[in-house]
Structures are given as C-alpha cells and as structure tokens.
C-alpha cells in the first residue's frame, strides 16, 4: 500500500489489453476495502495518540467522537479535518482521509481550504485553526452542537 494515486494512474493508463487490466487489478487489491476508520485509527496508533486526547484537542463531544471512531457515524467534512489536525496529521495524510470519506479534498484556490491548508502546514490546533478562520473572515470548522 505505498504507491501513491498518480503512480497507480501511470500503471493503469500504460494497460493496454484485458489481461494487463487483470493484472493491475490482481496487484492493487490491496487497496481495496480502506476505510477511514481503519485508516485514521492506525495512524493515531502509529502517532501514539490517545481517543481521551484526540477529544480534548478537537472539542467533539466524547460520546459522538467514539462513534465517529468505531464507525458508527461517518464524519463530515469539517468533523473529518477536525479530527485530522488534532491528531498532528499532515497534509497528504488529511486528504488522504478526506477521500476515503469521498468528501471534497482540501484545495488551494478556495480562500477556507487555503487557511486551512496553512494551519495544517503549521501544526496548528483546531482551536488555532478556527480562530485563523474567523480572523480571515471564513467559516470556522462546523464541529460541536451541530452534528
């Protein structure tokens, strides 16, 4: 599971028969069946970050935080990029979590994505984060009483 999207689409754009197609799709099952849940929680296991801190440090309730956790819930968009920055993940890890949910990625030309990217290129918290937000005229992650 190391290659990265770009370089799978290189491999599958050079197929040209039925066969190499079967073959791709033999060498990559590996990447079928990531959830976020399983991906999100092997890295706060990989981070050695606890689910009591991951709620401190995102302000989720504790409660809807575990289901979002066991996948009893799915995250939105700004619950997912919550969590994400609480748990100190990168750039690359965070639209990697995004896409799993098939939510939107972050994107660099819209002005809350950009903040956004910023503050997670900054280790900011989702505290900093949103006061950045609010300070730059943007809406602040939707995260708390309206899940």
């Keep these: 599971m190391d290659k990265k999207t770009d370089d799978l689409l290189k491999i599958l754009n050079r197929a040209e028969t039925d066969e190499a197609l079967a073959s791709y799709m033999t060498e990559t099952s590996d990447y079928k069946g990531v959830s976020f849940v399983d991906y999100f929680n092997a890295l706060l296991e990989k981070e050695g970050i606890s689910k009591a801190a991951l ?39 965070t639209t990697r979590c995004l896409e799993l ?6 994107y660099a030309k819209n002005a809350r994505d ?12 989702v505290d900093k984060t949103n006061e950045l937000l609010f300070d730059m005229g943007e809406e602040p992650l939707r995260i708390g009483r309206d899940k």
């Design 101 to 106: 949910l098939s939510e939107g990625i972050l």
């Design 55 to 93: 709620v401190t440090r995102t302000g989720i309730e504790r409660t809807y935080l575990y289901q979002l956790l066991n996948g009893t819930r799915q995250p939105s968009r700004d619950y997912a990029i919550a969590m994400c920055i609480a748990a100190g993940l990168n750039l690359e890890q």
């Design 114 to 125: 950009a903040i956004i990217i910023y503050a997670i290129n900054r280790e900011h918290s």
